[in-house]
């Protein structure tokens, strides 16, 4: 019987060397893993990819910087409730007014026909205005999550009940039926009218939460989910809608946008923020018949209106475009 043992040429007996790269090889077969090399890229979830491209979008990032400085200097100027503000003038007291009201060092805004200071006005109708618009944002993306979400996931006649209630809502003119229920819930207060708004904008994201479902529900993590017993509301909650948490963000982003402008138009006819209350579109129907004469009292909140809506739809791309999968991978 020969020997079975390897002979290089020269006839001596030798035993076979395993190189590193054989053992890298073998051990990635097996099922282990490899330490990157120098010069590869790291790897990052899909949270942290997300956060990377947000933050590279220049836009966006100053959008949510000079959004911000507008929320800080709305809320702290003037204070909130008890709480009191360090700017020195209030918005419901009158002061000698100096010449025609024009902006001066003591009143950076001017002053109103009656002597109040026009900043701390603008200030008050920013922070109404805000909430109005965050409130907004809020119950929509509630009322629109949860009723795409039921739509696309059940289907038959549950789908067909609530996208046809969708499209009635659609049809019929939005500003109509703001305004009709915004001044039905004047009475309320502000966040009346924010609960009215929220129930009457939530069309579009129901049918893109909807559309996102219809895609979700067959891939092979639900239906494995599905086939160990797991519970629709389970299903829904923990693995279709964490997947659709782009969409629902950003359009939940843009939601707030639209909702500034459509309060400030109901504000402007009338059927929105009511006296002593008062917001940014409130100030614009009060001194419109100003702007040939002291401009001031239509620009300053004519002003802050385009800026935060602006700033909020900037951020709204900035937004899609970290949530958009077919993005490349974001380099060091």
């Not at 703001?178 to 502000?190: F, P």
């Not at 702007?291 to 002003?303: I, K, N, Q």
Request: glycine share 12%; proline share 5%.
């Amino acid at each position: 019987m020969s020997d079975i043992r390897n002979s290089n040429p020269g006839g001596q007996d030798y035993e076979p060397q395993v190189g590193v790269a054989s053992t890298d090889a073998i051990g990635l077969a097996a099922g282990g893993s490899a330490d990157p090399l120098p010069g590869e890229d790291k790897s990052y979830s899909q949270g942290q990819l997300v956060a990377r491209r947000f933050f590279r979008h220049k836009a966006a990032l100053s959008s949510m910087i000079v959004l911000g400085l507008i929320v800080v200097v709305a809320f702290t100027s003037i204070g909130v409730g008890p709480i009191p503000g360090w700017w020195p003038n209030s918005y419901t007291l009158q002061y000698d007014k100096i010449g025609d009201g024009a902006p001066t060092w003591q009143y950076p805004f001017g002053q109103d026909t009656g002597g109040k200071d026009y900043f701390a006005l603008v200030m008050r109708g920013t922070q109404f205005s805000l909430i109005i618009a965050f409130a907004v944002g809020i119950v929509s993306t509630i009322v629109g999550t949860v009723i795409g979400a039921v739509a696309g996931f059940y289907r038959g006649w549950i789908e067909v009940v609530l996208m046809r209630m969708t499209d009635v809502f659609i049809v019929i003119p939005l500003l109509a039926v703001a305004a009709v229920l915004g001044r039905m819930a004047g009475a309320s207060g502000i966040w009346g009218l924010a609960l009215v708004l929220g129930l009457v904008t939530w069309t579009s994201l129901a049918r893109l939460v909807r559309g996102e479902v219809l895609s979700l529900r067959e891939r092979d993590f639900v239906l494995a989910a599905q086939a160990v017993g797991t519970s629709a509301w389970r299903i829904i909650s923990k693995h279709v809608l964490p997947n659709a948490v782009g969409v629902i963000i950003v359009s939940a982003t843009l939601s707030i946008s639209s909702a500034i402008l459509l309060e400030t138009s109901l504000s402007y006819l009338g059927f929105g923020v009511q006296a002593p209350d008062t917001s940014l579109g409130t100030l614009i129907d009060e001194y419109q018949a100003a702007f040939a004469t002291r401009p001031w009292l239509f620009w300053w909140p004519g002003l802050m209106i385009l800026t935060i809506a602006l700033c909020v739809n900037f951020i709204g791309d900035g937004l899609r475009d970290a949530f958009d999968p077919r993005q490349n991978r974001t380099k060091d």
